[in-house]
């Protein structure tokens, strides 16, 4: 069984909590992902942010982006899981708490991240298509 190191993306970038709206957009513009992790300025996981949070709670709510707080734009406490948990845990928090993007943590610090895709590739198709299913419910 595989680790969640081993099929997560390394060296993720995250957006700052006193980073803006914007600033997240525009990194996940040149990053070209639809997602990023926020951290906190002790550098632990706050949260994740997806370009969708930046359309309903910012452009759509006529907010300004440049000056709203990508840390106000958590949901709750962050799901992460530990580098070298294995992948069926990544798969069960993935539909548990039906997120699409895990941040993964070593010792509270963020050294990758899981998505949906990378799970896709490491773990038989049923238990995907399980996650799948999840996700998609509404």
């Known amino acids: 069984m595989s680790t969640a ?6 060296n993720p970038e ?3 909590t006193e ?11 040149r990053l070209g992902v639809g997602a990023l ?7 632990k996981v706050k949260g994740v ?18 000056t709203f707080p990508a840390g106000d734009l958590n949901q709750q406490e962050a799901v992460t899981i530990g580098a070298d948990d294995s992948s069926e845990e990544a798969l069960r928090l993935m539909s ?3 997120i699409r993007r ?18 896709a590739r490491s773990v038989p198709e049923p238990r995907v298509g399980d996650l799948m ?6």
């Open 19 to 29: 980073e803006t709206a914007a600033d997240a957009a525009r990194k996940m513009a």
């Open 5 to 10: 190191r081993e099929v997560m993306q390394p």
């Open 49 to 66: 942010v997806t370009d969708r949070d930046l359309v309903i709670k910012v452009v759509a709510q006529g907010r300004d982006a440049g």
């Open 102 to 119: 895990l941040p993964v943590i070593d010792q509270q610090r963020l050294v990758g991240i899981i998505a949906v895709s990378d799970l």
């Open 37 to 43: 992790p926020i951290c906190g300025k002790d550098n």
């Open 14 to 16: 995250c957006v700052r």
């Open 133 to 138: 299913e999840s996700l998609s419910a509404s």
């Open 96 to 98: 548990a708490h039906r």
